[in-house]
């Protein structure tokens, strides 16, 4: 039997610190840039697509247990400074607030990985401020660069108990397009995925997601 790993940080402070920074007395937004936009897990009021600046989306966070294993990682989606982000916001009503951080926690920070922050997210009824689940350059789970053939390795060998790393990314990607967000980033990493000779998908559109610069892009990545 696989023995878990410790978390890296417990969580349990942090989680604390985002309930007291949202006060009780609000609603409460929700960024999603990964998995949160297609299984957000909770209830919600109101959504609206949205956009951050300061931050993008990178398909560079080590998943050990949901989109991989120890011996073979899978990678998650974390949001690493730089550039910008198009993803979902989700506003949870005042009286479902607690619950929905606590479940939220246990999804997205049982390891300790990401860096909660409040974040400004534009829509096109105003700007919001949401709680986003950041990933440090830091981290001993972020990848640093990795080459295209890393990806294909890890696109066609890496599972963990949710799945395939590279189903967890083309679902992402689907529902980004389904949203009219092309994530060009993304595409060419999907575009990896292909064997010789498969029909050529495209995946070049847009700019869903402004990397610093536009390079190659555990929890389950938010």
């Given at each position: ?16 610190r ?11 937004w ?40 120890p ?33 939220l ?16 997210c ?98 389950e990545?938010?």
């Open positions: 039997m696989t023995m878990l790993a410790a978390p890296l940080r417990d969580p349990a402070p942090m989680l604390a985002a309930l007291d920074e949202w006060g009780g007395r609000q609603d409460l929700v960024f999603g840039y990964g998995s949160l936009i297609w299984r957000p897990d909770f209830d919600f009021a109101e959504q609206r697509p949205a956009r951050v600046h300061g931050w993008h989306r990178a398909l560079k966070m080590w998943s050990r247990i949901n989109r991989g294993t011996e073979c990682p899978g990678l998650v989606f974390g949001m690493l400074s730089g550039g910008s982000c198009r993803g979902m916001v989700f506003r949870v009503e005042q009286a479902q607030v607690r619950q929905v951080l606590v479940n926690w246990q999804r997205e920070m049982a390891m300790g990985v990401y860096d909660p922050r409040w974040l400004p534009h829509t096109d009824q105003g700007a919001v401020r949401a709680l986003a689940f950041t990933l440090s350059r830091k981290s001993p789970s972020h990848t640093g660069e990795l080459a295209e053939g890393e990806y294909r390795r890890i696109f066609a060998q890496a599972r963990g108990i949710y799945g395939t790393t590279h189903d967890y990314a083309r679902a992402t990607f689907d529902e980004l397009r389904r949203m009219g967000i092309h994530d060009r980033a993304l595409g060419r990493l999907l575009s990896y995925a292909m064997q010789p000779g498969q029909k050529t998908e495209d995946f070049s559109t847009d700019a869903g997601n402004n990397a610093e610069p536009l390079r190659s892009p555990g929890p990545g938010a």
